[in-house]
């Protein structure tokens, strides 16, 4: 099957949620596909049809109301519960305005999970005349930096719901003997109104459960979060994200009818992502290629960080650019956390091993005159480099290339 097809499919089904704004993320897409393949004149085309509906339709409004969900508006005026006892806040309200403009961007598969989350609460309303039970709960789990918060605050503004966002922090905080009652009188808050009860890093209830002298409380707190949930389940759409899933009591866990396990990026997300958070510094193909490599693993938000940095090098250090090697060299130096071993040991290692490794690395693909041009060095010059490792060093280098 032609692999445009998946997306072919995304696209007629938000065509058919009527949600221009999914509807112009499949077709970009599908842009992208045909950018790929080298069908510049169909890419072409589709994006003279997408500029043009920018120029003549304005944004559909997002905030349409959804008739069968029950509850009372939210407005910038609407008071937020606080604890007693401290006087902080137990919750903050995002309203649309707040919330990310930026398409988060993932793995093909997680984002066809995602596109049917958001084509089911937006098609509420008629699901419900039809007595179908849609969804209402969403746990998203994964490491830290792959894009939870933002995809939670995605699908609110795709819904078109203001966020009644848990301040967990401030719920459990000081006084723990308080946290039941703030918690009821979070899910009394968010049941009242039309909104997406957001609890955003759940582990912080989770950890408590270390430490034995709070025993006693935990399992209250737990016990009111369980009977909170249930009670919720038939008012209104509450997303759960956490980053530690294992310490999430199973009980909490099976109260949420889908689940998505959010991965880190792979090769061809880390692809887009970097393209979108470089612009507009410019890099060729081939050095965005060789910084996706060096980032093997990443999350979004470590490229994020990574795009970040290139661009304060490119204020700091004037308009002559580092060649990229130096660049990731120094990157890598200083961001142990975000880098492989194996990629700081590569990029560390002598010229000979890294341009064997490039120009044996099946995703880089990179011709000799590519690599020359990466490590600043002439073509000629890089084929004696290449052709004498393969005669010597083959053998001790090895496990450096792992
Ligand atoms: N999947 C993604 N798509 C686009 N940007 C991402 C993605 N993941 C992370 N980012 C970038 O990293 C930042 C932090 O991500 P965040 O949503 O806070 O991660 P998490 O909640 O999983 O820890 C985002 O604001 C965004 O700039
Ligand atoms: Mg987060």
């Given amino acids: 099957m032609d692999s445009s097809f998946a997306i072919i499919q995304a696209l007629c089904r938000s065509a058919l949620s009527s949600s221009k704004e999914m509807v112009e993320h499949q077709v970009v897409r599908l842009i992208e596909y045909y950018k790929k393949q080298g069908m510049d004149k169909e890419a072409?085309?589709?994006?003279?049809?997408?500029?043009?509906?920018?120029?003549?339709?304005?944004?559909?409004?997002?905030?349409?109301?959804?008739?069968?969900?029950?509850?009372?508006?939210?407005?910038?005026?609407?008071?937020?519960?606080?604890?007693?006892?401290?006087?902080?806040?137990?919750?903050?309200?995002?309203?649309?305005?707040?919330?990310?403009?930026?398409?988060?961007?993932?793995?093909?598969?997680?984002?066809?999970?995602?596109?049917?989350?958001?084509?089911?609460?937006?098609?509420?309303?008629?699901?419900?005349?039809?007595?179908?039970?849609?969804?209402?709960?969403?746990l998203i789990y994964g490491d830290p930096g792959t894009g939870k918060t933002m995809l939670a605050k995605w699908i609110a503004k795709s819904v078109g719901l203001p966020v009644v966002l848990a301040k967990l922090d401030g719920i459990i905080s000081s006084f723990l003997g308080t946290s039941s009652r703030n918690i009821a009188s979070l899910f009394r808050f968010a049941n009242r109104y039309k909104c997406i009860l957001l609890l955003d890093e759940f582990d912080a209830l989770a950890k408590l459960r270390d430490?034995?002298?709070?025993?006693?409380?935990?399992?209250?707190?737990?016990?009111?979060?369980?009977?909170?949930?249930?009670?919720?389940?038939?008012?209104?759409?509450?997303?759960?994200?956490?980053?530690?899933e294992k310490l999430l009591d199973p009980a909490v866990w099976r109260r949420f009818d889908v689940q998505i396990d959010i991965p880190h990026p792979n090769i061809v997300v880390r692809e887009k992502m970097l393209s979108k958070f470089i612009s507009p510094l410019e890099y060729s193909h081939s050095e965005l290629k060789f910084i996706?490599?060096?980032?093997?693993?990443?999350?979004?938000?470590?490229?994020?960080?990574?795009?970040?940095?290139?661009?304060?090098?490119?204020?700091?250090?004037?308009?002559?650019?580092?060649?990229?090697?130096?660049?990731?060299?120094?990157?890598?130096?200083?961001?142990?956390?975000?880098?492989?071993?194996?990629?700081?040991?590569?990029?560390?290692?002598?010229?000979?091993?890294?341009?064997?490794?490039?120009?044996?690395?099946?995703?880089?693909?990179?011709?000799?005159?590519d690599i020359a041009a990466l490590v600043e060095m002439s073509p000629s010059n890089l084929s004696k480099h290449i052709s004498k490792r393969k005669n010597s060093t083959f053998a001790s280098d090895s496990s450096v290339i792992g």
Avoid at 211 to 221: T, Y
Avoid at 320 to 341: C, D, H, P, Y
Wanted: hydrophobic fraction near 40%.
């Fill in 292 to 369: 996706n490599w060096c980032m093997d693993d990443a999350t979004g938000a470590d490229l994020r960080k990574l795009s970040d940095w290139l661009k304060r090098m490119f204020v700091l250090e004037g308009s002559i650019r580092r060649n990229v090697l130096e660049q990731m060299k120094q990157f890598a130096t200083m961001n142990t956390g975000r880098v492989s071993r194996r990629i700081v040991d590569l990029l560390n290692s002598d010229l000979t091993v890294l341009c064997n490794e490039l120009s044996n690395n099946n995703y880089l693909q990179l011709k000799q005159k």
């Fill in 211 to 244: 430490d034995p002298q709070e025993i006693g409380e935990v399992k209250r707190i737990v016990n009111t979060l369980l009977q909170n949930l249930d009670a919720r389940a038939e008012k209104g759409f509450t997303i759960g994200i956490t980053n530690h």
């Fill in 44 to 138: 072409k085309s589709l994006e003279g049809i997408l500029a043009k509906a920018h120029r003549s339709q304005p944004m559909e409004s997002l905030n349409f109301v959804m008739s069968s969900l029950e509850g009372d508006e939210l407005t910038r005026g609407t008071t937020v519960p606080v604890d007693k006892e401290t006087a902080t806040p137990i919750l903050e309200i995002l309203f649309q305005d707040d919330m990310e403009q930026d398409i988060p961007l993932f793995n093909d598969s997680i984002q066809v999970a995602v596109d049917a989350v958001i084509n089911e609460w937006r098609n509420y309303d008629k699901l419900v005349k039809l007595n179908a039970s849609p969804s209402r709960s969403c």
